[in-house]
């Protein structure tokens, strides 16, 4: 046999062998890493389902195709069981049909995702969801942006010669009010939430949003907090345009109750798993299941609400409150929250009234706009800018 023969295959050999060896080493390395992840799940290992979801919301789509990332669990899923364990996980991350960037990208988002994955021993767990990955933010960022809104509009006046106070400095001539003379600039059905008429009227939204907000975050993640948010304070303006006039609005009540609305919408979906071992003797697990967390955002609401409702129609001289924007950011949270919150284990019905909720909502909204366009009861609309100087 030729020299130059024996010689590749010694240096072909010498190759596969040191191939064979990486390999070896990079199954050892995911092993040792992703075991503890893995490991909380027992032998049944983390049911497809939620890891794809756990994947999507932790951003891997973003540089995944969603399509590709759907064949390669696929693939992973050696025995069909719609479940991934350590091995067939491995076997995945460590073939030839992942390619490089993929095994990075995947490798650095899988470890938060799998966290995020309560085990179905711990299902019926609510107080389980509770994690910090990724950390509730979204409150965070728009109660910052509402102090510094109000800071803004606040040293703008008093070089206008106005004092902001305890209960008054909105700046009424601000693009981002509600004015109902001015309901085509349709923003201001959002925007209005970044005022606020004085500092108590700032503070008071902020612990009622933080109070109410972060615990959501913690288990049903900014995304579904943030689309609540928006859509409570949508829906509290639009109710309030429908109910009063010619007053003009600002103030996030509506996302806030928005937020009382979603508790309540995760009670009623989830009131077997808030229950979990609630009369074991833990006085934190009794705190926290359905029928008091239900009492205290009933008394809540109907409380402030009644507050309300008496400054406005028989305390003279007292700031008019939107009431209608408080109902209707909290049905909206309600009506909304029930299909979009996390639902520990969905039942049927629960999905249906999901569905019948979601087109109620979107009925009413329907409903606001066709009222804003053809009701002839408005003031008089005011086309001037919006912005003197």
């Known amino acids: 046999m030729p020299v130059a023969g024996r010689r590749e295959r010694r240096a072909g050999s010498r190759e596969e062998v040191a191939m064979e060896e990486r390999r070896s080493e990079l199954i050892r390395e995911m092993e040792d890493r992703f075991r503890p992840m ?16 756990e994947l999507e919301e932790e951003g891997l789509t973003e540089s995944i195709a969603p399509e590709r990332l759907d064949e390669l669990l696929r693939r992973a899923d050696q025995d069909g069981d719609k479940r991934i364990r350590l091995g067939e996980f491995v076997r995945m991350m460590t073939g030839d049909y992942v390619q ?3 095994r990075k990208k995947i490798g650095g988002i899988l470890g938060a995702a799998i966290a995020n994955i309560v085990p179905q021993s711990m299902r019926e767990d609510f107080i389980a969801h509770y994690n910090c990955k990724p950390p509730p933010i979204f409150m965070i960022f728009i109660s910052i942006a509402e102090i510094v809104v109000f800071i803004v509009y606040a040293e703008e006046q008093k070089s206008r010669g106005v004092a902001t106070t305890a209960t008054t400095g909105v ?14 600039e349709a923003w201001r059905f959002v925007t209005y939430m970044l005022l606020h008429q004085g500092y108590i009227h700032l503070i008071s939204n902020l612990i009622f949003q933080l109070l109410l907000g972060l615990p959501l975050e913690l288990v049903h993640k900014f995304w579904r907090v943030f689309l609540i948010y928006v859509l409570g304070v949508l829906a509290g303006s639009l109710a309030h345009s429908v109910t009063d006039h010619s007053v003009s609005l600002c103030g996030a009540s ?3 109750y928005a937020l009382i609305g979603a508790h309540i919408a995760s009670i009623i979906t989830n009131w077997k798993e808030m229950n979990y071992k609630c009369c074991d003797g833990s006085i ?6 359905a029928p008091v967390r239900l009492t205290v955002f009933l008394v809540l609401s109907i409380g402030d609400t009644s507050v309300a409702v008496y400054r406005r129609f028989f305390e003279e ?18 009506l909304v929250g029930i299909p979009l ?15 019948v909720s979601l ?4 009925l009413f909204t329907a409903f606001c706009m066709f009222f804003n366009g053809l009701y002839t009861g408005y003031p008089e609309t005011d086309w001037t800018s919006c912005c003197p100087a």
Request: contains cysteine; hydrophobic residues 35%; positive net charge.
């Open 359 to 362: 087109v109620i909502y979107l």
């Open 38 to 53: 893995f490991d909380k799940h027992g032998r049944q290992g983390v049911p497809l389902k939620d890891l794809r979801e």
């Open 254 to 256: 509506g996302g806030c």
């Open 284 to 289: 934190v697990r009794f705190l926290l299941s």
């Open 171 to 184: 700046p009424l001539y601000s693009p981002l009010l509600y004015k109902p003379d001015r309901r085509y």
């Open 317 to 334: 001289g007292a700031t008019k409150i939107g009431i209608s924007a408080h109902i209707g950011g909290m049905l909206a949270g309600l």
């Open 100 to 102: 490089e960037h993929e």
């Open 341 to 355: 919150l996390k639902n520990v284990n969905e039942l049927t019905w629960e999905k249906r009234l999901g569905w």
